[in-house]
């Protein structure tokens, strides 16, 4: 009796694939598969697909076997190793960096030029992963806009990587050999022990870092997801497949449903996980388990298999082209989402942004990319064209750097004639529409900064500081002691209350933890231990140091949609302080606009006046402060109510008296908050009977 089969038989399944695996035409197929669906993602789903996480296998198996068998053969070379990295990587990634300068410069709102031009020299010399780190422990800078490079976190990562990996084998290849790989060939012997060793380093990095990915996911996800060493495994997951992939000998009908279980887990990865909440930990498993299951199946043989498909020319073809496509999606996503104003692209529109980016892929990888490759110079000209590309860079950002700060230059004072910001909206003349201050290019940064102060960590909780302005006489002892405690729309008021506080020689310290009004609850993130913790921590300290008055919000949840409260958490707090013989001063808070809305950006684009750039007040504040429906409020609070200075009797705008008002979706600039300052001094000299 015959028996059919779809492919090679079992018993030439090892003949097969010890053939197959130096060449692996599959493999561009996989970088093609993970660059589409990194596309597909990002444009039509605003998610993250896992794609990311595959380019970082693939790295770590390409370069860990190619520097295995260097070392094996003793022809590990550092200088012309990097030269060809350089080669491949840099011009593709300078070009785009040019494109992403003269666009941002031509198209993007002013209010972006600053950040974005951050992120341009941070990936120039790719250290953009570092970057958006220290963005997300920043809590000022969590509400930055998605810049035209962001992207470039994972090539930075990839150079980061490129650079390390060839010392850490060189490493390894000399305690295997117990001196310097260099010149002569290895036995056998020694190339199995070299193997081992590494095979034992791999092992220990992947372990190590993907530990320290665990824990830092769960305990700060957004630093965990650009941190280098949370990505460290995934390129030793792939070193140690190369180091082990001869060895796996499969029949051809396993070998052909790991690939199709691989590529179908690949696909699904980023529908079914939230990948840019909860990655690098164990969730990150799932797109890289799928990328190494392809590579173990290999070259199946088969017309059913997956290695067919991700073989063919046209993906072979993507997967060529794919570096230079990564590249080219990300910025014109951006541009067309900020140009037109838009949340979505739509099906035509991403169609365009796709079509768009293959074209320009296209013609960077056939006119930049591959004659710079193939050229036949030596590797002391490549890093030359290294450098000269990157000079090329700095110089054009630069130039744009020079137009920002020109533009960020500005003679006006808040509070002069031509700027009363806030105290315009007590009515009286119509004030003649003059520039603005802060200038848009310089809105996003005009935040009231306590890290400047005179900061201490807090006994309770060191990791958080209490930040007291610092007197202007040292010498002369302050009459009065004042705290600010809660969260950033707290902190911002500090702006209004620094020129009475030098006024009257008062000592103000500000104990603020971003998202984490003063409460005995967490009222942003409910049951947050982290904000919960800075609380009592925080009520520890201000008992310690026992002021005359302790300045926080009054209410939350000013914003359409929602309900304005004073939630029994902050009352709870008052009677505390209360019983410490401790005053209150409770601040009504400002109005929050939709997260997606960007103040600056709507001005410039829609000018001035625009009623797109306001909201309705009656949308945001009852006619009765939600304070006064509580019964039993404690008697050592006085209540501030400054409404009538964000908003207009029918409108809350986003700039008064030629100052703008936000430089987010929801809090006060600087600028604004000092031109309230009069205001402030006078209420609370009123309060206090000074």
Known sequence: ??????????????????????????????RALAVLLVVVYHVWFGRVSGGVDVFFVISGFLITGQLHRAAARGTLRFRPMWARQAARL??????????????????????????????????????????????????????????????????????????????????????????????????????????????????????????????????????AYFHSLTRVWEFALGGLLALTIDSIVLSARTRLLLGWVGVVGLIACGAVLQVDAVFPGFAALWPTGAACLVLIAGATGSRAGADRILSSRPLKYVGDVSYALYLWHWPLLILFLVTRDQEAVGLRGGLAIIALAFVLAVLTHHFVEEPIRRASISDRARYRGAAAGLVVVLLAAGAWQWETTARASSVAVVGDESHPGALAMRGGPAVTQAPLIPPLVTAQDDWSRIEY???????????????????LDPAVPPVERV????????????????????????????????????????????????????????????????????????????????TEVTPPGFVDRWRELDAQGIRVIALRDNPRFAPEFRPADCLQQAGRGSDQCSLQRAQLYAPVPPWEAIPDLPPNVSFLDYTDYFCGPQTCPVEAGNVLMYLDFNHITATYMTSLAPVVGEDFDRILGV
């Open 1 to 30: 009796m015959s028996q059919a089969h779809p492919g090679p038989s079992d018993e030439t399944t090892s003949a097969l694939q010890q053939r197959t695996r130096r060449f692996r035409p599959e493999l561009q197929g996989l």
């Open 90 to 223: 840099l011009p593709a990634a300078f070009t785009v960096l040019l494109g992403a300068v003269a666009a941002g410069w031509l198209l993007l709102p002013e209010a972006r030029w600053q950040q974005t031009l951050n992120e341009v020299f941070s990936s120039a010399v790719f250290l953009e992963n570092w970057r958006l780190a220290a963005d997300s422990v920043d809590y000022a800078a969590q509400h930055n806009t998605q810049s035209l490079v962001q992207h470039f976190w994972s090539l930075s990562i990839q150079v980061q990587f490129y650079i390390v990996w060839p010392l850490l084998v060189a490493l390894v290849a000399l305690m295997a050999a117990n001196r310097l790989v260099v010149g002569s060939a290895s036995s056998a012997s020694a190339r199995e022990r070299l193997r081992a060793y590494l095979l034992l380093a791999l092992g220990g990095l992947f372990v190590a870092s993907l530990s320290y990915s665990v824990m830092l996911t769960l305990t700060d996800q957004p630093l």
């Open 453 to 471: 102060w005179n900061c201490v960590p807090m006994s309770r909780l060191p990791e958080n500081a209490a930040c007291t302005l610092p007197p």
């Open 483 to 562: 705290v600010v405690v809660g969260d950033s729309h707290a902190q911002q008021f500090t702006a209004a209350m620094v020129p009475w506080a030098h006024a009257r020689n008062v000592e103000l310290t500000a104990i603020i933890h971003g998202a984490c009004p003063f409460s005995t609850a967490s009222e942003v993130y409910p049951d947050d231990p982290v904000c919960l913790n800075f609380n009592d921590a925080a009520a520890g300290e201000i008992a310690d140091l026992h002021p005359n008055v302790v300045v926080t919000l009054a209410s939350r949840d000013v914003q359409a949609g929602l």
